[in-house]
């Protein structure tokens, strides 16, 4: 499909509100859940979801691909081990980087144990990176424990066990 003017998507763009403000919105598949039961039976069984599917390709300018859909009717979203390690290494949680890449913290943790990784390893050697590159800079260890949210004899632990004090 060619690219959509900015008419054309004004257009649709109101068509498909008042879909959702007439049919949608008193439908009682609507009900948000996190299973993803409503999705599934207005992409497949709905005549009005079969509708906003269209309208909505019309927008975007490109066709639903079915095979972009998981059997339950959730979009299938790709991570990569290269994406979590460097969250996990830029202090994300586990909770924090399943909310940015878009997917339940249950498939980070299935991901990390596909992967044979250990979440809180890298976690914990990315901490001790961190402390050691204080220190080694002059800083304290009250000064780095302020500085990275830690308790004070968390970094004296970790200090110590590289014997750097």
Not at 45 to 61: A, F, M, P, T
Not at 96 to 111: F, Y
Not at 112 to 119: E, K, M, P
Request: contains cysteine; charged residues 30%.
């Amino acid at each position: 499909m060619p690219k959509v003017d900015l008419d054309t998507r004004l257009e649709v763009l109101h068509e498909i509100s008042e879909i959702f403000e007439n049919k949608c919105n008193l439908c009682p598949y609507n009900a948000q859940n996190s299973r993803g039961e409503e999705y599934y039976y207005c992409r497949y069984e709905c005549s009005v979801g079969q509708d906003l599917i269209k309208l909505g390709e019309r927008y975007n300018g490109f066709k639903f691909n079915r095979k972009d859909v998981k059997s339950k009717g959730r979009p299938t979203v790709q991570i990569t081990k290269d994406q979590c390690i460097e969250l996990c290494k830029q202090g994300f949680s586990q909770k924090e980087m399943a909310k940015k890449l878009g997917v339940g913290i249950t498939t980070i943790r299935n991901k990390f144990h596909q992967w044979g990784i250990s979440f809180h390893q890298i976690a914990i050697e990315s901490e001790l990176n961190k402390i050691i590159e204080l220190f080694k800079k002059g800083y304290t260890q009250s000064e780095i424990a302020n500085q990275l949210d830690l308790g004070l004899s968390r970094v004296h632990r970790r200090l110590k066990s590289e014997k750097l004090i």
